[in-house]
């Protein structure tokens, strides 16, 4: 009875200032509006259950014009949560106070007009949040989403993505290139060494016995600090058509290059190393794309006998074989490449990679870099891992060092240079520093648990074991390439920290191969 009372004096009350009380809405209510009224409110009573007498009416009340459109509160308002009590049209009412919301929010006076009809229908039930889960224990974060995408979808873009949108671009928009095999222009074959004297013998008579025209063609050979008889060994094994150039200290490998720009009388300057055999026919093969007025740089295919580095180099020869087919490649193989005589940059770039920088430096103006795949050569694995990690640290820093000088090769001007470089160069090498920051992130944000601990330590100790052995024939195949992969990713780590410490790497020590260089 008492609540009764509490009920009727507030209808009274309302009805002072507000007109008659428009009826509590029929049907039955949601499961969320009948267990959501606080505790401390009671729930008003404007018709007692199973009273007698006739209903109240739901005519429109018959007072002031602003107070015309009586509404139902929103539900989700955190004082009439659940309670169902006429409100005027957004003005406050002191009579009623306990009532009506003193300061109504904007969707109250936003919705007025429809506000009682759409409350008044029963609501379905809502949909528990993802929070809400049974087994919160088994939630996946924000953190372990990244790290998963940063461990596994990095290097799938970079090893699969990338090739298959080359693919994609060869074969929906090619860009074959003019190849004339009667084209002889006169070339200026370069080797830069250094302490070669077991090796420029053999370079040197490799490079006369080129199936091409003798007299299209010299040799010259700059010997870069060597401590040897390099230079009396190479004057033994040429003739005639070569120069020797010796350098009295060791300034590395492009200040080299740069010293015997000066005796190159050709139209094309074809530079090699010392340790790389040419097949007969590479040469002439190598200048055939340059008759195309568009190609600023060709560069051959390296061949390496067996072992993980051969796996690689055929799955790179792969991917440059795409780019030259769509356009052009993201830089020339140091191993052999040919350039225009007149299109050759070898202004020194501290710590910059030779082939890379001057093949770029040729294609700056929108021109191309394509591949000539029989312009074959035979390099040789390196030996020791050690050697191997120190090559590809210097290579991985060497390209860092070439791209920072050249900023506007990243750009549109360049043509399809610059996103084939990001997915070729700048892609693998952020690829390493990524992986490790995504392992690092889900190690430390997993939940201690048995099966993750011993998961992680079983990965990180696998990891471990592979770098420590070297690439030996008893590992197999697959653990060579993943010995070779891992080997890789560290010395890009190692190159990326030395081009942000500054630390240039200038000059460079030859591999010296553990049995003759065999062609393949």
């Known amino acids: ?12 009350l309302h009805r ?13 209510l949601s499961r969320r509006r009948r267990h959501s009224r606080p505790a401390h409110s009671p729930r008003p009573q404007l018709r007692a259950a199973g009273a007698a007498g006739p209903r109240p009416s739901r005519e429109r009340p018959s007072g002031p014009s602003d107070c015309a459109r009586p509404t139902w509160p929103d539900p989700h308002c955190a004082r009439f949560q659940g309670q169902f009590i006429p409100v005027a049209c957004g003005r406050p009412c002191r ?31 809502p949909r528990l949040r ?43 928009r090619p860009r074959p290139h003019l190849t004339d095999p009667n084209h002889r222009p006169f070339v200026t074959v370069v080797i830069a060494a250094h302490n070669e004297a077991e090796l420029i013998g053999a370079k040197v008579r490799n490079v006369f016995e080129q199936d091409y025209a003798p007299g299209k063609y010299t040799c010259t050979v700059v010997c870069d600090g060597c401590t040897d008889d390099t230079a009396d060994a190479a004057r033994m094994a040429g003739d005639e058509r070569l120069q020797v150039i010796e350098l009295p200290r060791q300034r590395g490998k492009l200040a080299a290059i740069r010293a015997a720009l000066p005796h190159a009388g ?97 294609a700056r103006s929108a021109r191309r870099i394509v591949i000539a795949p029989e312009a074959r050569t035979t390099e040789p694995a390196f030996p020791t891992t050690s050697e191997s990690f120190t090559a590809r640290v210097r290579t991985t820093s060497g390209a860092l060092f070439a791209l920072a000088n050249l900023p506007g090769i990243l750009g549109p001007s ?21 992986m490790t920051a995504g392992a690092i992130t889900l190690v430390v944000s997993a939940r201690p648990s048995r099966m993750r601990a011993s998961t992680t330590m079983w990965v990180f100790g696998l990891s471990l074991a592979v770098l420590s052995v070297s690439a030996s024939r008893a590992l197999g195949t697959v653990l060579q390439v993943a010995h070779y992969a891992m080997l890789a990713n560290l010395a890009a780590l190692f190159g990326l920290a030395r081009f942000i410490a500054r630390r240039p790497i200038d000059t460079w020590t030859p591999v ?8 393949v």
């Not at 007109?19 to 039955?28: E, I, N, S, W």
């Not at 010296?512 to 062609?519: C, D, E, F, L, V």
Request: charged residues 20%; proline residues 8%; glycine residues 8%.
């Open 1 to 12: 009875m008492d609540d009764q009372r509490s009920a009727d004096r507030r209808v009274s």
């Open 414 to 434: 360049s043509g399809d240079l610059w996103w084939k470089l990001a997915g070729h160069k700048l892609l693998r090498l952020a690829a390493p520093p990524v």
């Open 512 to 519: 010296r191969p553990t049995q003759p260089i065999a062609r």
């Open 130 to 172: 993802p929070s809400a889960t049974r087994n919160p224990g088994h939630r996946v974060n924000i953190c372990q989403l990244l790290g998963l995408g940063a461990l596994v979808g990095v290097p799938a873009a970079t090893y699969a993505g990338y090739p298959a949108l080359l693919w994609a671009v060869a074969i929906l």
């Open 95 to 125: 009579l009623a106070a306990g009532l009506l919301c003193v300061r109504p929010h904007r969707h109250h006076r936003a919705r007025s007009a429809w506000r009682s009809t759409v409350l008044a229908r029963p609501r379905s039930r």
């Open 266 to 362: 050709g139209d094309v300057i074809a530079f090699t190393d010392a340790n790389v055999l040419l097949e007969r026919d590479a040469l002439r093969h190598l200048v055939a794309p340059l008759a195309d007025p568009s190609v600023a740089a060709v560069s051959g295919a390296k061949h390496i006998g067996d072992g993980p580095e051969a796996t690689y180099w055929r799955y790179e020869r792969w991917i440059r074989t795409l780019e030259s087919a769509s356009g052009s490649i993201a830089g020339a193989d140091g191993a052999l490449f040919a350039v225009h005589t007149a299109a050759v940059d070898a202004s020194p770039v501290a710590g910059a990679a030779d082939d890379l920088l001057i093949s770029l430096r040729a």
């Open 16 to 28: 002072r200032c507000t007109g008659p009380v428009p009826a509590r809405p029929q049907g039955r």
